[in-house]
């Protein structure tokens, strides 16, 4: 599973990024900072079952926190984009093509409208962060109508004399972005348009048919960025027009020093929590004590960073994702060399139990015979959706 981290330049992207995965990517307070995608790994946050077994857990890929997990996800931060970047401009479709394999964006955005479209600095308010949301989802809609539209009436009179499926001729165009046969049954659905008639279709057809395929396809969050300057009715301004939306208000940049500032030892400090303390003893520079002092009225007035909330927001909430703990033995909860829910896996929900075996291995997946709930002992068939927080084990025939 891959987030990207998508939006004009010069928003908070790359500072986004860093308070995620607490790598150390260059950001500045100019445009095109970021041009070669940052890739890099973050995690949602999950309860552990371990409670319930009365026994310390033994994490593999996820691990825990004082009886929370830290399931990770990867994220891709990408170059700016200005408006007309589907054709070239700024630094064109770069960015795009570093987001083909993203499944899910968080589109950052300036709360504080101080960023010209190109992503210079400017007068705070002067910029509608409202207008931002629009024209990158334009930019992207637009890519996708390209990709769509390529040679459309040679192809579409193709598939018209042979009788090709329309579905699956529209997904063979679009494979190289991750759009499957699904989503486009699923937007064949909702655009009306004639399937019988292909050539008939318009440009703006076109985009319509791309614009539906990336909301389906590519759920999204906005993440308005830099809230640390602006009042609180910016936020509801925003969310009311760009609803049905999610917006989650974020300061990266605070985020960013607390994180850092735990790592350093020099506070203790829980991403998502409201409050951090100083570690007793630490000695602090003047700059620090200021720079902390702020972060301390932020959190009174805005509650937390916004953050972490905001990737779980489009994780769990938007992207329909949830988590699972696959066991090798049943009672136990643990793998062949008795690590103790070693696991814990992202999956979209009504992911069915032989799905998640061929996540784990193609050969469970192949030899599936059942799968077995770790709490009521039940057998769950192939086709069992699983629930979020579920241990499961999967049975295969050796
Ligand atoms: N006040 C404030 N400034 C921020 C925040 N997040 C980022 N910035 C500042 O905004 C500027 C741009 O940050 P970057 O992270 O480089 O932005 P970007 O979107 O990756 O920019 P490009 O790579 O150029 O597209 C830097 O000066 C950051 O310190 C924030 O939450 N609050
Ligand atoms: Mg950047």
Redesign the pocket.
Known sequence: MEVGLI????????????ALTLLNV?????????IEANKGVSFVRFPCPHGEKGTPCTPGNAPCDAGTRQVPVHLV?V??LVPGAHAGKGKGNKFLDDLRQADGYLH?VDL?GGTTPE?VLAEPGSFRPEEEVAFVQEELDLWVAGALGKQWDKASRGWELSGAKLDEAIAGRLTGMGINVGNVQHALRDVPLDHARPSKWTEEDLLHLARDLLRIARPRLVVA?????VAQEALKDLEGKVAPVPVRA?????ELLLRRAAKAGLISYRPGEGKFQVVEGSRLSGGQQKALDDVGSYLQRWGTTGVIEALESLVFGAMKQIVVFPVEDENRWTDKQGRVLPDAHLVPQGTSARQLAYRVHTDLGEHFVRAIDGRTRRALGADHPLQGGEVLRIVAKR
């Open positions: 939006g004009k330049p010069n928003v908070g992207k790359s500072t986004l990024f860093n260059p950001v500045g307070p100019y445009p095109f900072t970021t931060d170059a700016g950052v504080s992503g960025n830099k809230a640390d300057r974020t300061s990266a940049d605070l």
